[in-house]
C-alpha cells in the first residue's frame, strides 16, 4: 500500500501494519493496527496528519486512526544509547533488554520484516519458518527459558504448543531414535537398542544433567561483568566451579569416558551435530549439556503461528517501550570517530548516532565489512584463528497433500541413511521439520509443510548462469526429496502442492550473513567454549551479538548473547552497577583465557 512517503508493510499473521519512510525525519512514526484501530505517533506536521488518517481510514477500512504520545522522530541528529544492527533474535534480546533498563535503543534491520533466520515467509497460504524451527528455552519453568523470559520482559506471552518427541532419528543399520520429552522414555529407548551400554548411557546424559542443573541454578548476565560474576561465584560455589570445570571441555570426550560402542558414540555425535553442526568432539559440553536436556526438562515447545511471531513481538515489545526499529535499513559503515564507534551509516545516506553499536551481524561481517579500512583488532584474528564460517544449507521449502504423512508422524526428524562417515558431509544427512503436525494453521487445510534441509556450501552455487543455477537447485531437491520418500513417505512426489528451494546464495541475500554461514564452527578440536569472544569489541564502543558470541549457535544462545550484551552495555552507559578495575582485570583475564584455546 501507498501512502505517500509512507509505505506499509502488513504482517498477514497478526494483522497489524508497519509504516515505512525513506524520510529519516518521518520514519517510524506510524505503529501498529489492529481491530479497526489504527495508531500512529509524533507525526509532525498537522495538515500532513490529518491527510494521511483520512486516507489510512478509507485504505485500510478501519473505524478509527489513533494518535499515540509522541517522542523525538528518528533524525539524523537522534542520539540514541545504542544503535543495534539487525533484528535476529540475538540483536532484539539486546535491544529489548536495554529498552527495559531505560535506555533509548534504535535497531536498523535490512530486511523488511524482524527475526533474520528466526523470520518467516508466506506462499499461497502457507507460513514457512525461514530457518530455526526446534524452541529451546520456551517453557514455563526454570531459569533457562530464555525465550519466554525475554517475550516477558516486554509484556508478551505466546501460546506454544508442546512437542512430544525433540526429534526423531533415522540412522544407518536400521537405527530409528525418538527423542521423546519424557527423560526416562528417552533412555528407555535409547537403552532398549544398546542394552550392554546402559550404564555409560545413564552417566554421559547424567554429565550433562549436572551441568544443566548448574545453569538453571543461575541468573543468567553477563559473563563480562565482574560484579555479577563474582556475586554468583559467591552465592553458587559448586556450581559455577562445575561450569568452570566443564567450559573448555567437548562432549566427545566425555562421552568415550563411558561408552565405547562405536555406533552408540556415532548417535551422540548425530545428536551434537542437529545443534553444532559438528561431530561431539567437537561440540562443547556445556552446550551439548544445554540442549540434551533442556529438551526434557522445558520441553520443546512451538509457537503457535510459527516461530515468526516471536521476533514480531519483541519487536513490538521494544517500540512500546519507546525504542525504535528501522526496517529496509541496510547498514553499511560503522562510523568511529578517534577509535571509538559513534554510529552508522545506512546505504541511503543516513546516519545515526548513539553511544555504543551493537552488531548483531556476525563478526565477519561487522569486522570485514562494516569496519571499512580498520586493522583487524588481535581478539578478531584469535576469533578467526579458532573458527571458521560453517557451510549455509540447502532448504526445501514445500506445502504436500496431508494423506502422504502416516498417522503419528513426529514434528522434526533427522535422517542419515547407510553411511555415518556421511554425517558431515554436504547433503549427506537431512533435516526435516513439519510444524503443521503441531499447528496445522500453518498451511490450508488438508496440507502441510515439509521444511527440508542440508548443509551445502556456497562454492557448489557460485559463477553459474541462471539456467544452470535454476537447474542445479532442481536436480539436488530431487534427490533430496527422492531419500525421504524411499526412507519415509513412499509417494512423496507426487503429493507435492508447492515447493521452493533456497540456497547459500539465498540465505546470503536474505540475512546478510557472508556465505550464508550457518554460524562459527571450530577450525580444529576446540578447548569448549574457551575460545568463543563474549560481546565487548577490541573497538571501544562496540559490542557483538549473535550467533558469532558465547554460547554459539542456536535461537536460545543466542537469547542468552543478547542478555549478556545488554547487562555489559547497560554498565557501560551507566544503567547497572558498573567497576571499573574489576572490569579491566576481568577483561585481561578473559582476554588471556581465550588465547589459551
Ligand atoms: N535453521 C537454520 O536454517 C538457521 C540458519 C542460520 C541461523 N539459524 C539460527 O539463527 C540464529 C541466528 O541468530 P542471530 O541473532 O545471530 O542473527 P540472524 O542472522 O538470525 O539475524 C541477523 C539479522 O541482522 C540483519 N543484518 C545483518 N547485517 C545487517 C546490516 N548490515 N544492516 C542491517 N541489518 C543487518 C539481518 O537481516 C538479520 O535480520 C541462531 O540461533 C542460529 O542457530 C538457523
Ligand atoms: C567466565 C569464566 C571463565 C568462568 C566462569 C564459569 C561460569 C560461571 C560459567 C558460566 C557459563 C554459562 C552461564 C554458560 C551458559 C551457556 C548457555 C546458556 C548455553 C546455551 C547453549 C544453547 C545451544 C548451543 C543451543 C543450540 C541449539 C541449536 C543450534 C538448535 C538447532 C536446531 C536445529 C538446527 C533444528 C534441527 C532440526 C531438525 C532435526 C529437523
Given at each position: 500500500m501507498n501512502l505517500g512517503c509512507y509505505q506499509t508493510i502488513q504482517f498477514p499473521r497478526s494483522g497489524k501494519v508497519r509504516f515505512l519512510s525513506s524520510n529519516p525525519l518521518k520514519s517510524s512514526h506510524l505503529k501498529g493496527i489492529q481491530a479497526g484501530s489504527v495508531k500512529f505517533r509524533n507525526f509532525q506536521v498537522s495538515q500532513r496528519r490529518k491527510d494521511v488518517t483520512m486516507r489510512l481510514k478509507s485504505m485500510l477500512s478501519v473505524d478509527s486512526v489513533v494518535e499515540m504520545e509522541g517522542k523525538?522522530?528518528?533524525?539524523?541528529?537522534s542520539k540514541y544509547d545504542a544503535i543495534v544492527i539487525g533484528s535476529g533474535i540475538g540483536g532484539l534480546v539486546a535491544a529489548t533488554q536495554l529498552a527495559v533498563k531505560g535506555a533509548k535503543v534504535l535497531v536498523c534491520e535490512?530486511?523488511?520484516?524482524?527475526?533474520?533466520?528466526s523470520g518467516y515467509y508466506q506462499r499461497d497460504g502457507y507460513t514457512f519458518d525461514v530457518g530455526s524451527s526446534v524452541m529451546f528455552g520456551f517453557s514455563d519453568k526454570g531459569n533457562l527459558n530464555l525465550i519466554t523470559q525475554a517475550l516477558s520482559a516486554v509484556g508478551r506471552e505466546m501460546e506454544v504448543i508442546p512437542d512430544p518427541t525433540t526429534v526423531h532419528f533415522h540412522l544407518p543399520n536400521n537405527l530409528s531414535v525418538r527423542v521423546h520429552r519424557e527423560y526416562s522414555e528417552f533412555i528407555e529407548e535409547l537403552t532398549s537398542k544398546f542394552p550392554h551400554e546402559k550404564e555409560g548411557i545413564l552417566k554421559f546424559y547424567g554429565k550433562c544433567w549436572k551441568i544443566f542443573n548448574a545453569l538453571n541454578s543461575l541468573q543468567l548476565k553477563s559473563l563480562e561483568e565482574p560484579i555479577y560474576l563474582f556475586g554468583q561465584f559467591f552465592q553458587k560455589p559448586l556450581e559455577c566451579l562445575t561450569l568452570a570445570y566443564y567450559l573448555p571441555q567437548n562432549a566427545g570426550d566425555i562421552a568415550r569416558k563411558y561408552v565405547k560402542d562405536p555406533q552408540l558414540l556415532s548417535f551422540i555425535d548425530a545428536e551434537c551435530f542437529i545443534v553444532s553442526t559438528v561431530n561431539a568432539l567437537r561440540t562443547p559440553m556445556i552446550n551439548a549439556g544445554m540442549v540434551l536436556c533442556d529438551r526434557h526438562f522445558g520441553g520443546i515447545n512451538y509457537p503457535v503461528g510459527g516461530v515468526g511471531g516471536i521476533a514480531e513481538s519483541l519487536a513490538e515489545g521494544l517500540i512500546d517501550q519507546g525504542s525504535e526499529i528501522l526496517y529496509?535499513?541496510?547498514?553499511t559503515n560503522i562510523i568511529l570517530d578517534q577509535g571509538k564507534a559513534v554510529g552508522v551509516r545506512l546505504s541511503d545516506g543516513r546516519e545515526f548516532f548513539a553511544q555504543t553499536i551493537i552488531s548483531n551481524a556476525t563478526r565477519w561481517d561487522t569486522f570485514g565489512k562494516l569496519l571499512k579500512g580498520e586493522n583487524l583488532p588481535k581478539e578478531e584474528e584469535n576469533f578467526q584463528k579458532i573458527y571458521v564460517k560453517a557451510p549455509s544449507f540447502l532448504s526445501i521449502h514445500m506445502g504436500v497433500k496431508a494423506d502422504v504423512l502416516p498417522p503419528d508422524t513426529d514434528c522434526h526428524h533427522f535422517v542419515l541413511e547407510?553411511?555415518?562417515?556421511?554425517?558431515?558431509?554436504?547433503?549427506?544427512s537431512i533435516f526435516l521439520s513439519i510444524p503443521t503436525v503441531l499447528d496445522s494453521s500453518l498451511a490450508p487445510k488438508g496440507h502441510h509443510i515439509l521444511h527440508i534441509f542440508t548443509t551445502s556450501s556456497i562454492e557448489d552455487w557460485e559463477g553459474l548462469p541462471p539456467k544452470d543455477y535454476e537447474a542445479k537447485k532442481e536436480l539436488i531437491a530431487k534427490e533430496i526429496i527422492g531419500r525421504l520418500e524411499k526412507k519415509l513417505f513412499p509417494g512423496l512426489k507426487s503429493s507435492i502442492v508447492f515447493k521452493e528451494v533456497g540456497t547459500p546464495k539465498t540465505h546470503r541475500r536474505f540475512l546478510a550473513r557472508d556465505i550464508g554461514t550457518y554460524g562459527p564452527m571450530p577450525r580444529q578440536i576446540p578447548k569448549g567454549l574457551l575460545g568463543m569472544p563474549f560481546?565487548?569489541?577490541?573497538?571501544?564502543?562496540l559490542y557483538c551479538v549473535g550467533d558469532s558470541c558465547f554460547p554459539g549457535q542456536g535461537v536460545i544462545a543466542v537469547a542468552f548473547s543478547g542478555v549478556m550484551c545488554a547487562h555489559r552495555v547497560a554498565a557501560d552507559i551507566g544503567l547497572e552497577k558498573k567497576s571499573p578495575i574489576l572490569d579491566t582485570a576481568l577483561l585481561r583475564l578473559l582476554a588471556w583465557l581465550r588465547t589459551l584455546a
Open positions: 523525538e522522530g528518528v533524525s539524523t541528529e535490512k530486511y523488511v520484516i524482524p527475526g533474520g533466520s529496509k535499513a541496510n547498514v547407510d553411511d555415518w562417515t556421511r554425517l558431515e558431509e554436504s547433503y549427506g560481546n565487548t569489541t577490541g573497538i571501544s564502543g
